[in-house]
T-cell receptor, first 113, second 108 residues
Framework: NAGVTQTPKFRVLKTGQSMTLLCAQD?????MYWYRQDPGMGLRLIHY???????AKGEVPDGYNVSRLKKQNFLLGLESAAPSQTSVYFC????????????FGPGTRLTVL | RKEVEQDPGPFNVPEGATVAFNCTYS??????FFWYRQDCRKEPKLLMS???SGNEDGRFTAQLNRASQYISLLIRDSKLSDSATYLC?????????FGAGTRLTVKP
């Protein structure tokens, strides 16, 4: 049982390049989330999805787009990467929003030069 | 002001010590509360949920004070394996708000 997986694990981009981070979960969870974690800031929610085909903005959505075409996958896109997007990105999923545990993927370390 | 505030530490304690972490939150509409643990360069993992009546899981005790908008975590008989960063998490509705974490190092 893989749980939540993320690809890639590491990536270095140049300013202005684009990329997509993939999150996959095999727990049949309805809810999925993308966070970024920066030193001293804690995890901040970028976007989330409450079901297949739906997405919503979180706390820090600017510069990112997401898609949830399949229930098990949640994609995070950076159209034009900026150095301020250098961070560790975590994906998470939960069966429901309010009281259920969120299960996190191992993270993607992104550096934008 | 951050929505969820924690003392960043670090807390350096000897094995067997009792240590307490505090967390305050600003959104009075928050409905659910958790403590997560995060090891260095790893993903966060749920340690325990926090209930209004207080709850205990082995050596760990969590308390919630809604009136003061305050959450605490008490660790008794600290083990070396407790060394980690402890994240206070507050859920208003659909999303979660994380504190920046309190770092704990337990030394022999």
């Amino acid at each position: 049982n893989a749980g939540v997986t993320q690809t890639p694990k590491f990536r270095v981009l140049k300013t202005g390049q684009s990329m997509t981070l993939l999150c996959a979960q095999d727990m049949n969870h309805e809810y999925m989330y993308w966070y970024r974690q920066d030193p001293g800031m804690g995890l901040r929610l970028i976007h989330y999805s409450v079901g297949e085909g739906t997405t919503a903005k979180g706390e820090v959505p600017d510069g990112y787009n997401v898609s949830r075409l399949k229930k098990q996958n949640f994609l995070l896109g950076l159209e034009s990467a900026a150095p301020s997007q250098t961070s560790v990105y975590f994906c998470a999923s939960s069966s429901r929003a309010n009281t259920d545990t969120q299960y996190f993927g191992p993270g993607t370390r992104l550096t934008v030069l | 002001r951050k929505e969820v505030e924690q003392d960043p530490g670090p807390f350096n304690v000897p094995e067997g010590a009792t240590v307490a972490f505090n967390c305050t939150y600003s959104n009075s509409a928050s409905q659910s509360f958790f403590w997560y643990r995060q090891d260095c360069r790893k993903e966060p993992k749920l340690l325990m949920s926090v209930y209004s009546s207080g709850n205990e899981d082995g050596r760990f005790t969590a308390q919630l004070n809604r009136a003061s908008q305050y959450i605490s975590l008490l660790i008794r008989d600290s083990k070396l394996s407790d060394s980690a960063t402890y994240l206070c998490v507050v859920k208003p509705i659909n999303d979660m708000r994380f504190g920046a974490g309190t770092r704990l190092t337990v030394k022999p």
